[in-house]
């Protein structure tokens, strides 16, 4: 059968199988019942060609990661397409008799039951290419660089920039989406945009997403969506730098960007356009190391992959072997072994290996973690036959395995100071220790804030200089938290999650300042850091934020205190006008103190740099200046009520005070009358006296009256403006 031709029947019966799900089914494995499916693609295994002894796990086995018999792919092929390409005629007469025919009989989509690990376009290509092939068509017309492609894609080999658009992006950004939740239509998507993309014999590495087709058409839109999302996710995701083995020499590490994320966050453009990122990732070759957790696949063997750019030239080997070692540590003797693995370069022949590699008579696990040839993926155990999971290590705990074998600083020694007031002098075996055992400088008043300051030792050029990352400054500020009382000690978790700071590089070194503290480390090259001025500009600047911290609260106890003075209730402690004004004056004063001995006069410019960078970093103006501004406003309210009650005693005064004043004026023959000692009836003016009291309280009454008709106009004019005047004064109606 002509290749164009096979291409045509399956597109004319991809549009009939969309609404006749009977006629076609598909299953993911590991599903509730698989008996029924006639074709296991990327799962399962069949037994040895001329030994039925052990019974097939499925009719047609189509999986390049088990072996079939002992002559044919040790798990030798990277690619499901390859394995179809490679199998020899023995193998194709099983497989045509699997499907109940003959070679030349045509096989198309309809009636076939699948079982499948994905929608890759591996596992979609391969399931065409063995059609074809089963069909009658020869195996050399199928395109060689899509069969190219496909398997390199499978292998990790991906597109290093976004444009133009490699087939396996195209596709990925297709069906990822519907994996999970519809694995039939993720399938019947991945086939049409396959079918259109071979029968237009367009380029696999290049697309041309303006062809007229639905299928790239719909792919195309979809990819376009996922990029316009892909800034938002990047920044989301937890990114640090890792060092990885060559694989030509494990005792050489290259610096690699990495990323670590659950895929849910993930889509299925992102992944490739991550490692394709230049223009973010901080070394600026894309992101090279990925970790993975797909917590809904646990037990498929895809719940935990860790993988790195193929091209990379670099190894998990020995993050495989240190895996595999605590797998054995936590399974100890139980471990099953009885039906071995045979298909890893690591196991060879299901066998484990001594320290020179060679194999031993101990049989290797039933399920072990996967490697890949290169060791550039290394893959979670899957589930065991009794139901059990494979592996005992939590993704935490496969977390830490990383970053026990690619912490960057895991072997990195400083010079801590141990009270030298300078960073100069050459190292001695004492006075050496890591990062994270770097101890606190001490002061005369605790903080709960730490100072840690150090030189990077670099005895030989093997060991890497000291250079600002990212990682680095994560790193550091994890240090300090653990320093200042926080975890106990540094995981990838810890790094992943470290506490918000900034960095400063200044000539001689670099400093990362947090909440917790500061980390000073000097640089090998002999530039002198003047540690004891470091020290004072900390120290002062720890204190002033210890200081607002403590009286933070007090700021607003004092404004409470305004409130209840102004209210006329009584106030423990601060129950006077002059106490509260004092105390806020003397929080005034002290802020001006503060303020003066943080302005730091050193001559010493990395001095000044670290000054500024903790000030900035901790935000100590900002927090003096809102303290200060909050009892200057407090300051205004107090003078402002004085004010207003000498005011009103004023007020007082004159509401009683002036009618009786005048009425003695009036009435001063009275009191002239009287004023001859001792009084007696004859020298009382009674009726003086009299009308001095009736014309005095006539008096009060009528400058109550004012008083009461002034504020009610007050209250109509405000209440014509919106406002109404409760006992917290006024409010807006």
């Known amino acids: 059968m002509d290749f164009h031709q096979f291409l045509g029947g399956i597109a004319a019966e991809l549009k009939e199988l969309r609404h006749r799900p009977d006629h076609f089914s598909v299953v993911r494995f590991p599903a509730t019942s698989t008996a029924s499916c006639l074709i296991s693609i990327g799962v399962g295994r ?71 690990e994905d929608a890759s376009p591996d596992s979609c290509f391969g399931l065409l290419t063995f059609l074809a092939v089963v069909s009658g068509v020869e195996r050399a017309v199928i395109p060689e660089r899509w069969i190219a492609h496909v398997d390199a894609w499978e292998r990790g080999h991906t597109a290093r920039e976004p444009v133009p658009i490699a087939y396996g992006s195209l596709h990925n950004a297709l069906v990822h989406t519907k994996v999970r939740t519809d694995i039939r239509a993720a399938w019947l998507d991945g086939l049409a945009l396959l079918v259109a993309c071979l029968w237009r014999d367009l380029n696999p590495q290049a697309i041309d997403v303006e062809a007229d087709d639905t299928a790239i058409a719909r792919a195309a839109a979809n990819i376009r969506y996922e990029r316009t999302t892909y800034e938002n996710i990047r920044n989301a995701l937890p990114t640090l730098q890792l060092e990885v083995p060559l694989a030509a020499e494990s005792s050489r590490r290259m610096l690699v960007d990495a990323v670590i994320s659950e895929e849910r966050v993930l889509m299925g453009s992102h992944k490739v356009d991550l490692r394709a990122d230049r223009e973010h990732s901080f070394l600026g070759r894309g992101y090279t190391f990925g970790a993975l957790h797909r917590p809904d696949a646990v037990g498929t063997g895809n719940d935990i992959t860790v993988s790195l750019d193929p091209s990379s030239g670099l190894s998990l080997e020995e993050l495989w072997r240190a895996l595999e070692t605590e797998e054995d540590n ?11 693995d045979p298909r890893l370069a690591a196991y060879p022949g299901g066998l484990r290996t001594d320290a020179e590699g060679r194999a031993t008579d101990k049989r290797s696990p039933n399920a072990p973690w996967f490697h890949s040839p290169d060791f550039t993926l290394v893959g979670a155990p899957k589930r065991l036959a009794s139901g059990e999971l494979g592996s005992k290590l939590s993704w935490d705990e496969v977390l830490d395995e990383v970053w026990a074998l690619c912490n960057p600083f895991r072997s990195i020694q400083i010079v801590a100071t141990a009270g030298n007031m300078s960073l100069s002098r050459a190292a001695i075996d004492e006075e ?20 840690k300051c150090g030189r990077w030792h670099r005895p030989t050029n093997a060991v890497p200089a000291l250079r600002w990352s990212p990682t680095l400054g994560r790193y550091l500020a994890t240090c300090l938290k653990r320093g200042a009382g926080g975890i106990r000690a540094v995981k990838l978790a810890d790094v992943l999650d470290a506490p918000a700071h900034s960095h400063l590089a200044f000539r001689g070194g670099i400093a990362v300042v947090s909440e917790d503290g500061a980390f000073v480390l000097a640089n090998d090259l002999g530039a002198e850091l003047k540690v004891a001025e470091m020290r004072a500009v900390f120290e002062v600047a720890a ?61 010493d410019r990395p001095s000044q740099e670290f000054s500024k960078a903790i000030i900035s970093g901790w935000g100590i103006e900002g927090r003096l200046d809102m303290l200060y501004r909050d009892l200057e406003e407090a300051k205004a309210i107090l003078t402002a009520h004085s004010e207003l009650v000498t005011n009103r005693r004023i007020a007082f005064l004159t509401y009683f005070g002036f009618p009786i004043v005048l009425a003695g004026g009036l009435f001063s023959f009275a009191f002239a009358a009287t004023a001859r000692w001792p009084p007696s009836q004859e020298n009382v003016h009674w009726a003086g006296l009299l009308g001095f009291a009736v014309f005095s309280v006539l008096g009060v009454l009528i400058m109550l009256a004012i008083k009461w008709w002034d504020e009610r106009l007050s209250r109509i004019r405000l209440r014509d403006a919106g406002f109404t005047l409760g006992p917290s004064g006024p409010a807006g109606g």
């Open 46 to 116: 069949q037994s040895e060609l001329d030994n039925k002894d052990e019974p097939d796990e499925f009719p047609i086995a189509l999986n390049n990661k088990a072996p079939w018999g002992n002559h044919w792919n040790h798990g030798g092929v990277s690619s499901v397409t390859l394995f179809v390409q490679q199998a020899p005629e023995p193998v194709l007469a099983i497989w045509r008799r699997g499907l109940g025919g003959t070679s030349g009989r045509q096989t198309f989509l309809s009636g076939l039951s699948l079982c499948v």
């Open 432 to 451: 050496l220790c890591t990062i994270e055992a770097c101890p606190n400088e001490t002061f005369q008043l605790s903080s709960r804030r730490v100072l």
């Open 330 to 340: 936590r399974w100890g003797p139980d471990r099953p072994n009885d039906k071995p």
């Open 543 to 603: 204190e002033a934020m210890d200081w607002i911290d403590r009286n933070t609260a007090r700021v607003s106890e004092l404004m409470s205190a305004v409130r209840h003075h102004m209210a006329g209730e009584h106030v423990p402690r601060l129950d006077s006008h002059l106490l509260i004004y004092n105390e806020v004056c003397s929080l005034q004063l002290t802020i001006v103190e503060l303020r003066h001995r943080l302005d730091t006069r050193t001559t």
